[in-house]
Nanobody, 124 residues
Framework: QVQLVESGGGLVQAGGSLRLSCAAS????????MGWFRQAPGKEREFVAG????????FYADSVKGRFTISRDNVENTAYLLMNSLKPEDTAVYYC?????????????????WGQGTQVTVSS
């Protein structure tokens, strides 16, 4: 079983950047596909980005394409989400998640393990 811990959230002005990290332990990190989701106040959790296990295919929500970049380091057992050109509507709690089986990147229920989340607040 893998444990996930997010970090890197905070308060940033619109147009700024943040890099979120998701450190994994207790499992074989390279065997998991990874995803980032977010939940804004009063809204359902939504898919942000995903990256496959080995060939590192990436997937993005339309709302973040061209601004966010997901990556992974299978030596450091860490996934990253680089967020540029942040907007107030990006304000949310960001969660990383790991998938150990058949992977549908945008499907929340396909992820087996979740972190506790990190708050990102973008001021206008």
């Amino acid at each position: 079983q893998v444990q996930l811990v997010e970090s890197g959230g905070g308060l940033v002005q619109a147009g700024g950047s943040l890099r979120l990290s998701c450190a994994a332990s207790g499992g074989t990190f390279s065997s998991y596909a990874m995803g980032w989701f977010r939940q804004a106040p009063g809204k359902e959790r939504e898919f942000v980005a995903g990256i496959s296990r080995s060939d590192r295919r990436t997937f993005y929500a339309d709302s973040v394409k061209g601004r966010f970049t997901i990556s992974r380091d299978n030596v450091e057992n860490t996934a990253y989400l680089l967020m540029n050109s942040l907007k107030p509507e990006d304000t949310a709690v960001y969660y990383c998640a790991a998938n150990s089986g058949t992977w549908y990147p945008m499907t929340e229920s396909r992820y087996d393990y979740w972190g506790q989340g990190t708050q990102v607040t973008v001021s206008s």
